[in-house]
């Protein structure tokens, strides 16, 4: 079984931290991609940060100078450091990563977390 499950939510006050750790696991090929979006209630899901193999991380403009995405020490994990939190930064956040698990693929396939919750209070 091939799945990305991100973990760390949690409820906080306004100008704490909150580090969030995904992992992809299950017979994988090869990791192109790792990264978070997050969804607020009666929003649009928008990208948080993500990082791909021989890239820059990007972020979203509403986390630059706050949020840090990083690499464990194994590929299949990445880590969310989010500092300075904002009661907007109030959501469901999803790991997401594109994932080779197969021989003779040409294009990952993309893997959803079930989500974790993040609230911060003012």
């Known amino acids: 079984e091939v799945q990305a499950a991100g973990v760390g939510g949690g409820l906080v006050s306004a100008g704490g931290s909150l580090r969030l750790s995904c992992e992809a696991s299950?017979?994988?090929?090869?990791?192109?991609?790792m990264g978070w979006y997050r969804q607020a209630p009666g929003e649009q899901r928008e990208l948080v940060a993500s990082v791909a193999e021989h890239s820059m991380p990007i972020y979203g403009d509403s986390v630059k100078g706050r949020f840090t995405i990083s690499r464990g020490a194994a590929k299949n994990t990445v880590y969310l450091q989010m500092n300075s939190l904002k009661p907007e930064d109030t959501g469901v956040y999803y790991c997401t990563a594109n994932l080779i698990v197969a021989w003779g693929k040409m294009r990952g396939q993309d893997y959803w977390g079930k989500g974790t919750q993040v609230t911060v209070s003012s």
């Open positions: 299950g017979d994988i090929f090869r990791v192109n991609e």
